[in-house]
């Protein structure tokens, strides 16, 4: 073994036993005090035990802890130099916090509210000590949940509330309230408590209540309504209301306790009295009679009411201003007068007259109107009628004669004038003419049942008059009649400021669709009767003169109404009951003919087109809308029916195009010439072409619409009515009513129109009528005795009535253009001779434009024309019936015709009287015998008085103008349409007239 080696390795054993030696030593030096370890000598010679030195330097990290309670704290442990044995805290830390008495740490959670204050804590040893002080303050948790028991309160004004007290989580410093509570409640600042009397009226609202403390708040919120306190003790002035009708009553206005929200009555106040709803006033100026009656009057709010009630009673206002139309009335013996129905002024109860009317005539007790068919001859006499009621009377004169010559009709026309309403049921046809003379007739026997005139008339149109269910409403001055469809008997007459408004103001009255009541509206307005006995159903205020009114069956729907330009007003028949429909585009344009829907319009503003472009929509009755928008560039010539609208207008639209409802795009299109009509009649349109006789029927009563045309026999046809496609009638302007169907056939005619031409002698009359019929008839009876088909204006009649010469019709021009003259064999009324012409405009061919015959009918006396390429030349000539050797002829000068070529026959045929030229003081009229002339002289021919005389017109210059026709006075027919004929001769501009007879012998 190596030495060296042994050695080290014990050597090194060694140093490792020291090392672990110094080792514990030292860990026994520094924890565990032991004498001889280096301190100091024991006073037994060993090392004495060491003596702490006094802590130092005491510090907290968190010298302020501002802590919440419920909240822990964050521990604030200290540092110290220096050995501690123990801590302490002065004064004693909040309730909830903890001094560590090892550590000097501070921890918890504080269960109390404490103030901020300063706590010395003391880190001590047996040496001495040290201290620091820190800042705690221990605040109260933010308050929470805050619940009221009453989260609405419904309060009364003057009524204490019951105290609503909330509850709430936490420690409250104080309580607000936002927006302020109502006036006369409060809130408690300490308790949240809310309480109080309210003194006003407050609307519902939310109010939101804070409890707060230093560290938050909570809310809750609290609905409150303050209602006002039911009304009491309400009192009129005047408990008992005297009134007159027409007179305006003083203002009722009563007193009440308490706050009101509005005023109602029952029942309804008479008419013309109103209640205002927000003050309660009674006033206005009562129009009808009433009974004294009791109203209850009721004020009341969201609350609760209080009521009084009112006698009133309103008297009958003595009448006044009672007028007649007529105030003359010249009759004759056998023919109905027109009914003469008066204005007045207040309510009449009957009416009297005095002296007796003559006799057949009669005065009606209810409306005071003078009607009937004189039986005998009277003087001018004054009639007082008298307008009567409990208060009052007032009084009208009446002049009336009855003529003493007796009058019978020889043929009762229809009409004589332009025909303006036609109306058809399944066996009653109605129609009206522009004068206002009316019709009904037996559609099935064409036979008249009734027949009327309004009377006065100074408008250019006729009063309104329809047929509907069982009865016909037609206007007459001041009212409305209601007759039976039945037998045209009057049912009732309807009086009423709408219908007889004031020059200038507007009014319109109508009958519904099943004849049930008539509606009329105007300024102030609108009124609904029963035609069954006339009685008044109900009114309406309002401005109702513009308005657009549906009278359907059971409701009266109105457009452009006080309700509003937009929202159509429907009112129930006949409880009156009203509403209003939802609000629709535009602006309103039609109803459809049977009130399914209605269309409007609006002008397209983002159209750059010209003319402009307009949106058109359509509603149904309930202002539904249906489908999409139709742009039009017109909208004056919409209609509709059922599930069809179309669009045409006279001489604006070409085509008259037909839309399905809801449709952008027509189903059909229907080429329409210059000025035809367009006529909407049930399921029907009639398409009435201008001038020519042509209508076609479209019917739209399906889901494809059919069109059907006719050809017929009569032109200028103007009105058209439907029950269906195969029942229709048409009427003229010439006053004639043709059933359409029967154009195909046999034409079947509705009276016989116009009177074109009259010629009578001594035991025959004959009369061409505009349905293309000429009767004879023996004026001592009304029987005819003979009838001839052809329609003629100008007939003449021989002397002995056994030649009748006729010239086709020129009055409807080129829509006629026979020109045909036949002679005729009288009573057999078979053609003896005919001269056929035709109107055309070709430079070869001849024809007709006036002839006269001799009264012995053996000579006849024609002008002709032919059209030479800027107007006629012309030839008179004169030859036997027979047409032929040509007697004598002429050549007046060319140019247009103006019938002052004039020529006339003696009564045997031997003499003829011509003149040529204007009327002036050097016209001459020529006279030939047998074809030569035999003598000139001065005046224009006007007709032969027999062989040997002529009566003939002179002209003196500087005289004013007059107008002159040639007739004898008894060939003027009756005011009716007996032998009617609208026909006149104005003459030119003559200066004087003078009639003379010439005497002269050849």
Known sequence: MNLHSVFLVKEQSAYRALFRGLVILAFVCLFVPITGCGGNPSPSGNTPPATPSAPTSLAYPQTKIAVTIGQSITTDAPTVTGTV?????????????????????????????????????????????????????VNPAAPATLSYPQTTIVATVGRTIATDTPTVIGTVTGYSVSPALPTGLNLSASTGAISGTPTSVAAQATYTITASNSAGSTTATVQIVVNPAAPATLVYPQTTIVATVGKAIPTDIPTVIGTITGYSVSPALPTGLNLSESTGAISGTPTSIVAQATYTVTASNSTGSTTATVQIVVNAAAPAALVYPQTTITANVGQLISTDTPTVTGTVSSYSVSPALPAGL????????????????????????????????????????????????????????????????????????????????????????????????????????????????????????????????LITTLTSPSLDPPAGSLAWWKLSTDGSYVVSGFATGMFVWSTTDGHLLFTRSGDYSHANAFAATGQVQIALGPAGSNVIETDSVPDGATSTGPAFMGIFNTWFTDGSHFITNTLNLSSRFNPPVYDVYTYSAASVQQGGTLALGNVQGLHGYANWFWTYYPNLDLDLSLYPVGATTPTATYPMSADSIAVPSGSTLGLITYGAGAVSVLD??????????????????????????????VGNVRGVV?????????????GYGNAFSI????????????SGKILTYNPASPTVVSTINFTSSKIALSTDATVLAAKASDLDSQYEPDRTLSIYSLPAGTIAKSFPYQYNNTTTMPFLFDFTMSSAGNALGQTLGVYNGLYFDYTRQVTPLSGSPIIWSDHPPSGLYTGTATMFLSPDGSLIATTLGGYSSTSTTDIYKNGVLAATINGIVAGWIDNNRVLVNTFTAGVPRRRFTLGPSSMTPPARRSLRSNRSHNSPRQRSINLSPVAFKL
């Open 700 to 729: 739209i009563s399906g889901s494809t619409p059919v069109l059907t045309n006719f050809t017929l026999p009569v032109a200028y046809d103007n009105v058209f009515a439907a029950v269906s496609p195969t029942q229709w009638a």
């Open 85 to 137: 044995t123990g801590y302490s805290v002065s004064p004693a830390l909040p309730a909830g916090l903890n001094l560590s008495a090892s550590t000097g740490a501070i921890s918890g959670t504080p269960t109390s509210v404490a103030a901020q204050a300063a706590y010395t804590i003391t880190a001590s040893n047996s040496a001495g000590s040290t201290t620091a002080t820190v800042q705690i303050v």
């Open 362 to 489: 009669s005065l009606s007790r209810s409306t005071g109107a003078i009607s009937g068919v004189p039986t005998a001859a009277t003087t001018q006499a004054s009639y007082t009628v008298t307008a009567a009621n409990s208060a009052g009377s007032t009084t009208a004169s009446v002049q009336i004669i009855v003529n003493s010559f007796s009058v019978f009709s020889l043929l009762d026309l229809g009409h004589a004038n332009t025909m303006y309403t036609l109306r058809l049921q399944p066996t009653r046809l109605f129609s009206q003419d522009v004068s206002g003379h009316w019709v009904l007739w037996d559609y099935t026997a064409d036979s008249q049942l009734a027949e009327g005139d309004p009377g006065v008339q100074s408008a250019a149109i006729p009063y309104p008059a329809d047929m509907a269910g069982s009865v016909l409403a037609i206007g007459i001055p001041n009212a409305v009649e209601v007759h039976s469809v039945s037998d045209g008997s």
């Open 738 to 750: 043709l059933d359409g169907p029967s154009a195909a056939t046999t034409p079947r005619f509705f």
């Open 759 to 770: 010629a009578g002698v001594p035991g025959q009359v004959a009369i061409a009528t505009a």
